[in-house]
């Protein structure tokens, strides 16, 4: 999946030397919202 975030904003943004460390952060934050949000469904249903 990819960051619409991380291709438009990111680059003017933010400096070029922060750009890796800022895609990981943003990477992470995917992940984790792909794995807690069934977990936060699946609670609010039951």
């Given amino acids: 999946m990819d960051i ?4 438009d904003i990111v ?5 070029e030397e922060r750009i890796g460390p800022f895609n990981s952060r ?3 934050l995917d992940l984790f919202t792909e794995v ?3 977990v936060l469904a ?4 039951t």
């Fill in 26 to 28: 943003l990477r992470q």
């Fill in 36 to 38: 807690s949000s069934p």
């Fill in 11 to 15: 680059p003017t943004v933010i400096s």
């Fill in 4 to 7: 619409p975030v991380a291709n």
């Fill in 42 to 45: 699946g609670l609010l249903l």
